[in-house]
């Protein structure tokens, strides 16, 4: 869903929505007014939970990988160059650098501010930011905020929001709406102005991620500090027992253990001694703790909440992903979330720039997505003979059999 402040009204399409080169201290600038406590909650987790981490850069690291071409209100692409603005959105960025920033801040915050700088006049736009979700604020107008416009009346934007609000370092910076391209998901809260902004898919993760948090914190602690097991004496005298070791003979002993000892070949393997010990293993089995299944568990929840086929990055236990089936994980990522989502980002900019052609994402050079072109360019060989036939044989009028193979275009 998309906040269009483009004075135009468009339809979009709503969508359920590795190293990378978006750098993670850029977004750490933005903590220096302070933020929201949601807002500081979903920003910790992306930046300490590897696999929400690594969902949510793989998710914007294919949707920067789109090209833009130039279509008319058809649907046909023209031989239109792209303006320069989407090559070089701004001195900092090129468009993909740009296109992954606003990709990942959406998926952590649920929203996307982006302010293009222009004159008078839209259309000469001369850059574009992304501008920080943390602490942002929509300001709604007197009348809606004071209750006396329902929003559900209101039919112009001016008389929705006041304006937008941004928190950077110690500044807080101000914009008309007009000047604010916001993209945002699931708007479902209405309580006051919370209807203005979209909430993050994290929010109903935060026990799924906490979870794993809590599953490395474990192993962690097993591994650092957990004692492999008790050597004690076992001679015994009729007196008083079991002997105690004496504190020097313990000293050597683990200074033995720590030097001497290993499995490495210029280590010994056997111990060799007079003295009776007695070995008793404390080694914990990390299997039966059930850790790497509880954060597999985490991981496929939070992969479905962002569309993103969990095979891609994580295997099922005890399986193997060959390519074909990566290659099927990868298009239905594109299939189901990166093109709808391309596109609604590219629909939102064509209607603030005031193009005369619509933005559209081309992914045909994604190989794993050519595959698909193959195959549809076959089908509609073969629909267009099928039906070039029906027509020579007067089963079906060429009108009709026009309108049947626009049915393949689509």
């Given at each position: 869903m998309?906040f269009?402040?483009?004075?135009k009204?468009?339809?979009?399409?709503?969508?359920?929505?590795?190293?990378?080169?978006?750098?993670?201290?850029?977004?750490?600038?933005?903590?220096?007014?302070?933020?929201?406590?949601?807002?500081?909650k979903?920003?910790?987790?992306?930046?300490?939970v590897?696999?929400?981490?690594?969902?949510?850069?793989?998710?914007?690291?294919?949707?920067?990988?789109?090209?833009?071409?130039m279509?008319?209100k058809?649907g046909?692409?023209?031989?239109?160059?792209?303006?320069?603005l989407?090559i070089?959105?701004?001195?900092?960025?090129?468009?993909k650098?740009f296109?992954?920033?606003?990709?990942?801040?959406?998926?952590?915050?649920?929203?996307g501010?982006?302010?293009?700088?222009?004159?008078?006049?839209?259309?000469?736009?001369?850059?574009?930011w992304?501008?920080?979700?943390?602490?942002?604020?929509?300001?709604?107008?007197?009348?809606v905020?004071?209750?006396t416009?329902?929003l559900?009346?209101?039919?112009?934007q001016?008389?929705?929001?006041?304006?937008?609000r941004?928190?950077y370092?110690?500044n807080?910076?101000?914009?008309?709406?007009?000047?604010?391209?916001?993209?945002?998901?699931?708007?479902v809260?209405?309580?006051?102005?919370?209807?203005?902004?979209?909430?993050?898919?994290?929010?109903?993760?935060?026990?799924?991620?906490?979870?794993i948090?809590?599953?490395?914190?474990?192993r962690?602690?097993?591994?650092?500090?957990?004692?492999?097991?008790?050597?004690?004496?076992?001679?015994?005298?009729a007196?008083?027992?079991?002997?105690?070791?004496?504190?020097?003979?313990?000293?050597?002993?683990?200074?033995?253990?720590?030097?001497?000892?290993?499995?490495?070949?210029?280590?010994?393997?056997?111990?060799i001694?007079?003295?009776?010990?007695?070995?008793?293993?404390?080694?914990?089995?990390?299997?039966?703790?059930?850790?790497?299944?509880?954060?597999?568990?985490d991981?496929?929840?939070?992969?479905?909440a962002?569309s993103?086929?969990?095979?891609?990055l994580q295997?099922?236990?005890g399986?193997?992903?060959?390519?074909?089936?990566k290659?099927?994980?990868?298009?239905?990522?594109?299939?189901d979330?990166?093109?709808?989502?391309?596109?609604e980002?590219?629909?939102?900019?064509?209607?603030?720039?005031?193009?005369?052609?619509?933005?559209?994402a081309?992914?045909?050079?994604?190989?794993v997505?050519?595959?698909?072109?193959?195959?549809?360019?076959k089908?509609m060989?073969?629909?267009?003979?099928?039906?070039?036939?029906?027509?020579?044989?007067?089963?079906?009028?060429?009108?009709?059999?026009?309108?049947?193979?626009?049915k393949?275009?689509?």
């Amino acid at each position: 869903m998309a906040f269009n402040p483009f004075r135009k009204k468009s339809v979009v399409t709503e969508t359920v929505s590795t190293p990378t080169f978006f750098s993670l201290e850029f977004i750490q600038h933005f903590l220096a007014a302070g933020v929201s406590a949601a807002d500081l909650k979903f920003l910790e987790l992306y930046l300490s939970v590897p696999e929400l981490q690594a969902i949510i850069n793989y998710r914007g690291r294919v949707f920067a990988d789109m090209r833009i071409k130039m279509v008319d209100k058809e649907g046909k692409e023209t031989e239109r160059p792209i303006p320069d603005l989407l090559i070089q959105p701004n001195p900092l960025q090129n468009f993909k650098e740009f296109a992954m920033q606003y990709h990942v801040l959406r998926d952590i915050f649920g929203n996307g501010f982006i302010h293009p700088v222009f004159g008078k006049d839209t259309t000469k736009t001369r850059v574009m930011w992304n501008l920080p979700p943390v602490n942002a604020e929509v300001i709604p107008t007197e009348a809606v905020d004071k209750g006396t416009l329902i929003l559900f009346n209101a039919t112009k934007q001016e008389e929705i929001i006041k304006e937008y609000r941004f928190k950077y370092q110690d500044n807080e910076i101000t914009y008309p709406p007009e000047e604010i391209i916001h993209f945002n998901d699931n708007q479902v809260s209405f309580k006051g102005d919370k209807f203005l902004l979209g909430d993050s898919k994290i929010r109903p993760l935060q026990q799924a991620c906490g979870n794993i948090k809590h599953a490395y914190e474990a192993r962690g602690i097993l591994i650092q500090n957990s004692a492999l097991g008790i050597l004690s004496n076992d001679a015994k005298d009729a007196v008083t027992g079991t002997v105690p070791i004496i504190p020097k003979d313990r000293e050597d002993l683990q200074e033995d253990f720590k030097t001497k000892y290993g499995l490495t070949k210029e280590k010994w393997q056997l111990i060799i001694t007079n003295m009776s010990l007695l070995w008793q293993s404390m080694a914990v089995d990390v299997g039966k703790l059930k850790l790497f299944e509880e954060v597999d568990s985490d991981y496929r929840a939070i992969a479905a909440a962002y569309s993103f086929p969990p095979e891609l990055l994580q295997p099922k236990s005890g399986t193997s992903l060959n390519q074909e089936s990566k290659d099927e994980s990868l298009r239905q990522l594109y299939q189901d979330a990166t093109i709808p989502e391309a596109n609604e980002f590219l629909l939102g900019l064509t209607n603030f720039l005031g193009l005369d052609m619509i933005l559209k994402a081309d992914f045909s050079h994604i190989a794993v997505l050519q595959a698909n072109l193959t195959l549809r360019s076959k089908a509609m060989q073969s629909a267009s003979k099928g039906l070039s036939d029906a027509v020579e044989s007067n089963l079906i009028e060429i009108g009709a059999a026009q309108e049947q193979f626009k049915k393949y275009l689509l």
